[in-house]
């Protein structure tokens, strides 16, 4: 039942939809962690990692990628730890963005 409502987490981000998306995700952490499957957990706040960067929340999305990733890392999850390898990628590059731009306002 996690792994329903990650998928349907992942339509709602991917049509745009992105407090659907948050819901479903959020839904499939709950049910991951009553459960107690660390797999599901880990993919479900990976999965929200996507939303805490597209809404600008990186010291969020740093966090729980780090607690799947560590998860990952545990269970031998090769292909999620490359994933949440070029996520964090994305956030470091993101942050080194802003840092550039903060940079060239002051200067201005």
């Given at each position: 039942?996690?792994?329903?409502?990650?998928?349907?987490?992942?339509?709602?981000?991917?049509?745009?939809?992105?407090?659907?998306?948050?819901?479903?995700?959020?839904?499939?952490?709950?049910?991951?962690?009553?459960?107690?499957?660390?797999?599901?957990?880990?993919?479900?706040?990976?999965?929200?990692?996507?939303?805490?960067?597209?809404?600008?929340?990186?010291?969020?999305?740093?966090?729980?990628?780090?607690?799947?990733?560590?998860?990952?890392?545990?269970?031998?999850?090769?292909?999620?730890?490359?994933?949440?390898?070029?996520?964090?990628?994305?956030?470091?590059?993101?942050?080194?963005?802003?840092?550039?731009?903060k940079h060239?306002?002051?200067?201005?």
């Amino acid at each position: 039942m996690s792994h329903t409502y990650e998928l349907l987490g992942r339509v709602a981000f991917a049509e745009g939809n992105y407090a659907e998306a948050h819901e479903h995700f959020e839904r499939s952490l709950v049910i991951a962690e009553t459960i107690g499957l660390a797999a599901a957990i880990a993919q479900a706040k990976g999965a929200l990692v996507e939303l805490e960067i597209q809404s600008g929340n990186l010291g969020k999305a740093i966090q729980l990628l780090k607690e799947a990733l560590e998860t990952f890392q545990r269970l031998g999850m090769k292909q999620d730890m490359r994933e949440s390898e070029l996520l964090l990628q994305k956030i470091a590059r993101q942050i080194d963005q802003a840092g550039q731009t903060k940079h060239k306002s002051t200067k201005a």
